[in-house]
């Protein structure tokens, strides 16, 4: 088990998105995100496990927004997950899915730092 955190790039600049912590384990990874968008700052977390054809998927997540609650909900999908051997570094490829429309989002991250 290893932890990751570190700036996600979003497909043309949507919204603005981290990998607060990104946790690789056997089957899963368990995940905190936050970022800001046109309604402001939130942020997401959830466990994504393995789908049969190999990507990693948790649904129906509610954004937490400090402002107001919210009634969004996103499915994150993490289709690629790499960690270097030495484990120092982790290449993320995924989609997020919000009302029917699908943003890719990529990254380096680095080790997580309490």
């Known amino acids: 088990m290893k932890a990751y955190s570190g700036e996600l790039e979003v497909e043309n600049g ?33 466990v994504a496990k393995r789908a049969a054809h190999g990507t990693f998927i948790a649904s129906n997540l509610r954004l937490v927004y400090p402002n107001y609650v919210s009634q969004d909900f996103a499915s994150i999908q993490f289709d ?9 570094r982790c290449r ?21 730092k309490a």
């Open 14 to 46: 949507e919204f603005v998105l981290d990998a607060d912590r990104l946790i690789v384990r056997d089957g899963e990874v368990a995940f905190m995100l936050s970022g800001s968008d046109d309604w402001g700052d939130f942020r997401v977390e959830g």
């Open 80 to 88: 690629e997950v790499v960690q270097t051997v030495q484990k120092v």
């Open 92 to 112: 993320v490829k995924g989609k997020w899915n919000q009302y029917g429309d699908t943003w890719a989002f990529s990254g380096n991250v680095g080790p997580y």
